[in-house]
Nanobody, 130 residues
Framework: EVQLVESGGGLVQAGGSLRLSCVATGITDDEYALGWFRQAPGKEREGVACISRLDGNTYYPDTVKGRFTISRDNAKNTVYLQMNSLKPEDTAVYYC???????????????????????WGQGTQVTVSS
């Protein structure tokens, strides 16, 4: 069973930066897609970054492209989300997620962002003040 624990959230002024971390336990190989999501009050959950644990391929939606960077350190079983130039609209609870994906998909850049994830963390609050 994969378990995920996020950390690094907090209060930051607009224009500032934060780095979120997500430590995974129970992952025994590299055939996983890892993602960061967020959910603001009254809004649907949205994906903000995806990464292949196998080869580090990434994907970002336009809302965060150029400001957020996802990375992973497989030796530490940790995935990071570096968030720069933060805006008040980035305020949300941020979650990391993991899904097992066969390597033959990941190697060709497919299913980096699965439609559903099997494992989720508890979330960490990010608040950006104006």
């Amino acid at each position: 069973e994969v378990q995920l624990v996020e950390s690094g959230g907090g209060l930051v002024q607009a224009g500032g930066s934060l780095r979120l971390s997500c430590v995974a336990t129970g992952i025994t190989d590299d055939e996983y897609a890892l993602g960061w999501f967020r959910q603001a009050p009254g809004k649907e959950r949205e994906g903000v970054a995806c990464i292949s644990r196998l080869d580090g391929n990434t994907y970002y939606p336009d809302t965060v492209k150029g400001r957020f960077t996802i990375s992973r350190d497989n030796a530490k079983n940790t995935v990071y989300l570096q968030m720069n130039s933060l805006k008040p609209e980035d305020t949300a609870v941020y979650y990391c997620a993991a899904d097992r994906v066969p390597g033959y998909y990941l190697r060709v850049g497919m299913r980096i962002c699965p439609s559903r994830y099997d494992s989720w963390g508890q979330g960490t609050q990010v608040t950006v003040s104006s």
